[in-house]
């Protein structure tokens, strides 16, 4: 799902530095499929980048709209994408697929910078014996 948008130019069209570190993160989640963890992260990138530097990585590329991010089980994950979607995940085992969004909710008065997260679980087929 590669997008014009989204690109490791935004980290400095921002105004900050890509240094190796936010590279790597980058070029991970992007590689990585879908939806990643800081821990996951920092696991994958082999204790290279550290948790806590992760967490600021996520945290900068999300201010600038470079991830999107979502809540799985109670853990934050992002994911890379030029513009948003949605996923499903397996409530047995964790397996995800990405989804389109096709919600447009225009403005709303009285809001601004306005965003929405919506995630569906259900039983994969393998885990629902089909
Ligand atoms: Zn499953
Ligand atoms: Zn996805
Ligand atoms: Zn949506």
């Given at each position: 799902m590669a997008g014009m948008k989204s690109s490791m130019d935004s980290i400095r069209k921002a105004g900050y530095k890509l240094t190796p570190q936010r590279r790597a993160v980058y070029e991970l989640i992007r590689s990585c499929g879908c939806l990643m963890s800081a821990d996951e992260i920092s696991k994958a990138l082999g204790g290279s980048v550290n948790l806590v530097s992760v967490y600021r990585t996520l945290k900068l590329f999300e201010k600038i709209g470079l991830v999107f991010r979502e809540k799985t089980e109670g853990v934050n994950r992002y994911y890379i994408d030029a513009i948003q979607h949605h996923h499903i995940v397996?409530?047995?085992?964790g397996y995800t697929r990405c989804l389109p969004c096709s919600h447009s909710f225009g403005n709303i008065k009285g809001f601004s910078d306005i965003s929405h997260t919506l995630v569906l679980t259900g039983l994969c087929n393998r885990c629902a014996g089909k």
């Open positions: 397996c409530r047995e085992c």
